[in-house]
């Protein structure tokens, strides 16, 4: 059995790059700063790679997402399994071309001949007053696109688990971090942790909530305050977004009746639709209520604290919504 430590999430991505590149010397690092004499990586998750692994594995790139990205995805085919750095997800649309026309359909486009073993390791989240252009969760974009696996953990053992698992992918995989949760400590057993696969953070019997990334601390929260009052909530910690893990899902909300899902990117056209509707679909007929979402604001995040602390679910925003939905049978969504 493997040791158990406490670590930060940024400490367990640092040893999961460096145990990654111990374990297989294919293994590289790109993009901006990550190198020692950059500082390590801008929130430092990188920091020492450089110098023990050397800068011919862990390269400092240009300021060009696409470069970093282009320059990857070459790697990749031709026999490594780079880890791309792109600093903040909203970054990526400037890598969008190179990430959905090329990445993605690499494998599709040679008739299965042509692996892309590419990570692209981004991060993001409301909570630091960084404005509409820092802070968005796109998951859903590159959940809509074929070949690519998108990941996002919610604690550090998952983010050292769910990396490993993903350097070892031969597809490509979009790694999304919380950027408020990098200090956030949490035991870490170097267990790896199978891409597709959720995980029941918390039983219950009245409700399923499936979240995941920070908004699943929320959900832990949330469930807390209800367990006071009588509502017993089972949360379902997706940890991989695409392919996400119907099995679990259908199975805790045949069981309980009852499904919200919740994340903090904005709900219009969200990743909780599509779970939602295969919910609905599934289970017709066998639940108490229809599935329901609840997602950040349809707005850019704003920049003004007050406003920003309003556009994401927060554990009380979601205990509310699960008292009315459990409380009152004819409630059918946010």
Same mark, same amino acid.
């Given at each position: 059995?493997?040791?158990?430590?406490?670590?930060?999430?940024?400490?367990?991505?640092?040893?999961?790059? @460096?145990?990654?590149?111990?374990?297989? /010397?294919? &293994?590289?690092?790109?993009?901006?700063? %990550? !190198?020692?004499?950059? $500082? *390590?990586?801008?929130?430092?998750?990188?920091?020492?790679?450089?110098?023990?692994?050397?800068?011919?594995?862990?390269?400092?790139?240009?300021?060009?997402?696409?470069?970093?990205?282009?320059?990857?995805?070459?790697?990749?085919?031709?026999?490594?399994?780079?880890?791309?750095?792109?600093?903040?997800?909203?970054?990526?649309?400037?890598?969008?071309?190179?990430?959905?026309?090329?990445?993605?359909?690499?494998?599709?486009? @040679?008739?299965?001949?042509?692996?892309? /073993?590419? &990570?692209?390791?981004?991060?993001?989240? %409301? !909570?630091?007053?960084? $404005? *509409?252009?820092?802070?968005?969760?796109?998951?859903?974009?590159?959940?809509?696109?074929?070949?690519?696996?998108?990941?996002?953990?919610?604690?550090?053992?998952?983010?050292?688990?769910?990396?490993?698992?993903?350097?070892?992918?031969?597809?490509?995989?979009?790694?999304?971090?919380?950027?408020?949760?990098?200090?956030?400590?949490?035991?870490?057993?170097?267990?790896?942790?199978?891409?597709?696969?959720?995980?029941?953070?918390?039983?219950?019997?009245?409700?399923?909530?499936?979240?995941?990334?920070?908004?699943?601390?929320?959900?832990?929260?949330?469930?807390?305050?209800?367990?006071?009052?009588?509502?017993?909530?089972?949360?379902?910690?997706?940890?991989?977004?695409?392919?996400?893990?119907?099995?679990?899902?259908?199975?805790?909300?045949?069981?309980?009746?009852?499904?919200?899902?919740?994340?903090?990117?904005?709900?219009?056209?969200?990743?909780?639709?599509?779970?939602?509707?295969?919910?609905?679909?599934?289970?017709?007929?066998?639940?108490?209520?229809?599935?329901?979402?609840?997602?950040?604001?349809?707005?850019?995040?704003?920049?003004?604290?007050?406003?920003?602390?309003?556009?994401?679910?927060?554990?009380?925003?979601?205990?509310?919504?699960?008292?009315?939905?459990?409380?009152?049978?004819?409630?059918?969504?946010?």
């Amino acid at each position: 059995m493997n040791e158990v430590m406490k670590l930060t999430t940024i400490a367990a991505i640092n040893l999961a790059l @460096s145990d990654a590149m111990e374990a297989d /010397p294919k &293994v590289l690092i790109l993009g901006e700063d %990550v !190198g020692d004499k950059q $500082g *390590g990586g801008v929130m430092g998750a990188t920091k020492g790679l450089s110098t023990r692994f050397g800068s011919d594995r862990v390269a400092t790139t240009p300021i060009s997402e696409q470069a970093i990205v282009g320059a990857a995805i070459g790697a990749a085919i031709g026999g490594y399994r780079p880890v791309a750095e792109i600093m903040l997800m909203n970054f990526v649309t400037i890598a969008m071309d190179m990430i959905t026309n090329h990445a993605a359909k690499l494998r599709f486009m @040679s008739g299965g001949q042509t692996n892309v /073993p590419l &990570v692209i390791r981004t991060m993001t989240g %409301v !909570g630091f007053s960084t $404005g *509409g252009q820092h802070s968005d969760y796109l998951e859903a974009w590159f959940a809509h696109t074929p070949g690519i696996k998108v990941v996002a953990p919610s604690n550090p053992n998952d983010t050292y688990g769910l990396l490993r698992s993903a350097i070892e992918d031969d597809d490509p995989v979009l790694f999304i971090e919380n950027f408020p949760s990098y200090w956030t400590p949490g035991p870490v057993t170097k267990e790896l942790v199978p891409i597709g696969k959720a995980n029941v953070a918390h039983e219950g019997r009245d409700v399923t909530i499936i979240s995941y990334s920070r908004m699943l601390l929320e959900c832990l929260e949330a469930a807390r305050t209800l367990a006071g009052e009588g509502i017993s909530v089972e949360v379902i910690d997706l940890r991989t977004i695409s392919p996400w893990d119907r099995e679990t899902v259908l199975k805790s909300a045949k069981k309980t009746g009852r499904a919200m899902i919740v994340h903090e990117a904005v709900m219009q056209f969200g990743i909780g639709a599509e779970i939602a509707a295969v919910i609905n679909e599934s289970l017709w007929g066998q639940l108490k209520a229809p599935a329901m979402r609840l997602g950040g604001a349809f707005s850019p995040v704003p920049f003004s604290k007050p406003l920003e602390n309003a556009f994401a679910p927060t554990a009380a925003v979601i205990a509310d919504a699960i008292k009315i939905f459990v409380k009152e049978p004819s409630f059918h969504g946010a």
